[in-house]
């Protein structure tokens, strides 16, 4: 008696039994492998603004123009070791006048240096007797005053006198006697040496303003007889 085929239990579709699933060539699929898809980079930012490197051209330029105008006067006025006026002027020991000679004029410190002998001037001062440095710069409007030994004035000659005006100062230590400036021949300190030779500090910032009492300022010298 031929076997019956067996009916598959109600609810399950023949499909689905192992052996007809493996016989009809059903069974689970293989997996599809999905190949990754490369994501594009994302642009990179530039370093540097074009705002900022339009701000910063401008700045450079700006900044290039102005030390182009102020670099000179500032590289003029920074402090160097000043030589000449504004600074110490050496006078050797042969530059300077003997007691009671003709001044001497000084160009590299702007100054006329004058010997003194001691005792009352003839304009009535005291001195001890010395050098003494008067600067050329006339108090009045700054002309230069130059000695006039040829110059008649009071009774004598010899004076220094400005040609700007006529102010007149004294041979012995550019004491003010006429004319419109408002005090004597303004005076420089001065360094004595132990060879004889002098050192005048030179300079606005050194000037003593001038005074009747510019001939009692000056410096004796070693080695020098003062009647």
Not at 10 to 20: D, K, N, Q, R, S
Not at 133 to 148: D, F, Q, S
Not at 150 to 162: A, E, I, M, N, T
Request: hydrophobic fraction near 35%; proline fraction near 12%; aromatic fraction near 10%.
């Amino acid at each position: 008696m031929e076997e019956e085929e067996k009916t598959p239990e109600l609810g399950v579709a023949p499909e689905a039994t192992g052996t007809v699933a493996q016989r009809r060539g059903l069974g689970p699929r293989p997996q599809e492998v999905t190949t990754p898809v490369a994501t594009p980079a994302a642009p990179r930012k530039p370093l540097v603004s074009r705002r900022v490197f339009v701000l910063g051209g401008f700045w450079s330029a700006l900044g290039l123009a102005l030390l182009g105008i102020f670099g000179p006067q500032l590289d003029f006025l920074y402090p160097r070791k000043v030589r000449g006026f504004g600074g110490p002027v050496p006078v050797s020991k042969e530059n300077i006048p003997e007691p009671g000679g003709e001044p001497v004029r000084i160009f590299e410190g702007r100054f006329w240096l004058v010997h003194l002998q001691p005792g009352i001037t003839p304009n009535g001062e005291e001195t001890q007797g010395g050098v003494l440095a008067l600067w050329w710069k006339c108090p009045h409007l700054g002309c230069t005053v130059p000695w006039r030994p040829d110059f008649s004035f009071l009774g004598r000659k010899g004076w220094f006198r400005c040609p700007c005006h006529g102010s007149t100062y004294t041979r012995e230590g550019g004491v003010l006697v006429f004319g419109p400036a408002p005090r004597s021949l303004d005076t420089f300190p001065i360094e004595v040496r132990e060879d004889g030779s002098i050192v005048v500090l030179t300079g606005p910032d050194k000037a003593k303003l001038g005074g009747k009492d510019n001939p009692s300022r000056a410096v004796r010298l070693p080695g020098v007889q003062y009647g």
